[in-house]
């Protein structure tokens, strides 16, 4: 079970339905897939989606780093020796996507080398977790419409909101127009990736009040330390922490420092490997867990629901593992499919998910 090659292939596909939200937006979902080659001829696989705008990473960038210094430094070692593989990765600084997807394309051959489930080697806990449907930017009426659309059609009644414009008013008769439309059997929460300042964000959570949130995320940034601290003091729903804690130390400086009081996990940014980590910590020091998406296709979709579903913590809550469906295509060979409400873990060993050949030469952009 030694590792033999390491490939990152640059692809682009765009998106029939563009993500806007406070930090950016996404048009083309410009990915890296990773393959790692074995001895015996077992290939695993993980995408590696860069956020320029959150991590600094570019898919050239993961390219290079890939292809420069994390293969040199995992070919000849073992699938057996995760932890050796991600030490060598922890010598080069930042970099989170390109480790993690390195970290998943791993387990994913290990997995298919022992003829065993990812989520049964990480847990086991089911087999499927409810849906939570990520909605973008746009008007009032346009965004009931999309959330009404994925409930009719997929069983989806768990929405996140992004928030963060300016005024704060735009977001909060987005996110009533939501409540008043959609009824108070669908579960909503707020996302505002640093877009408001903490005053801002006390004020829109104030006009929210009535609304009946879930949750509330990186409303404010969290440099801004005191402020963060003093909106979280005040706010009476669970605090989660996404870009602010990309890491174990992140996690624990926010929680213990009172800069969060919940914690989104995305495979993307921390691998198998690190999410369990995450996982555990969270578990230890009693907080909520949110499975994040980062803008996801549906390779990445199959990494997050693996995961969710292998611990009961992660997969309490809705993962959010549908934006998917906002792509104009996709490189597996057999498409995700949720069904009332509901993504379950593919059955075949590793990921059990399989690249369309045909698909992969189409959109990807180093030939």
């Known amino acids: 079970m030694k590792i033999t090659r390491v490939e990152a292939i640059p692809y682009a596909i765009p998106y029939a339905k563009p993500l806007r939200f406070a930090s950016g937006e996404v048009t083309v979902a410009e990915h890296v897939l990773v393959r790692v080659h074995t001895n015996e001829g077992v290939v695993g696989v993980a995408d590696a989606p860069p956020r320029p705008f959150t991590y600094g990473e570019t898919q050239a960038g993961v390219v290079a780093v890939i292809e420069q210094l994390f293969a040199p430094q995992v070919v000849g070692a073992s699938l057996l020796e995760r932890e050796v593989i991600i030490n060598r990765l922890d010598r080069t600084v930042g970099n989170p996507v390109a480790k993690s997807a390195v970290d998943m394309a791993v387990w994913d051959a290990l997995g298919r080398t022992l003829g065993l489930r990812v989520t049964d080697l990480l847990g086991g806990y089911t087999d499927r977790m409810r849906v939570s449907h990520m909605l973008g930017f746009d008007e009032p009426a346009a965004m009931v419409a999309e959330a009404e659309r994925m409930r009719a059609v997929h069983g989806i009644t768990t929405f996140k909101v992004k928030v963060g414009r300016r005024p704060f008013q735009l977001d909060t008769a987005v996110v009533r127009a939501l409540r008043e439309g959609l009824g108070d059997e669908v579960e909503l929460y707020v996302d505002g990736n640093r877009g408001w300042s903490p005053a801002e964000s006390a004020r829109a959570l104030h006009e929210m009040a009535d609304l009946g949130l ?5 409303l404010c940034s969290a ?29 624990t400086r926010e929680i213990l420092g009172g800069a969060a009081t919940a914690v989104s996990i995305k495979t993307a940014r921390t691998g198998f490997t690190y999410s369990q980590r995450v996982h555990h910590l969270a578990e230890g020091l009693g907080i909520e867990v949110v499975m994040g998406n980062q803008i996801d296709g549906q390779l990445g979709s199959v990494c ?19 934006n998917f469906l906002d792509m104009s295509d996709d490189l597996l060979t057999e498409p995700l499919e949720i069904r009332d409400g509901h993504l379950t873990v593919r059955p075949g060993p590793g990921l059990g998910v399989e690249i369309h050949p045909d698909k992969l030469a189409r959109y990807r952009t180093d030939r």
Not at 214 to 218: D, G, N, S, T
Not at 225 to 242: K, M, S, T
Not at 304 to 322: K, M
């Open 214 to 218: 879930l949750f509330a995320e990186e």
């Open 223 to 251: 440099d801004d330390v005191l402020g963060r601290r003093w909106l979280v003091g005040q706010c009476n729903l669970p605090f989660i922490a996404d870009e602010s804690a990309v890491t174990p130390a992140d996690v």
């Open 304 to 322: 997050t629901v693996a995961f969710g579903a292998a611990y009961r913590l992660t997969s309490q809550r809705a993962g959010e593992l549908s």
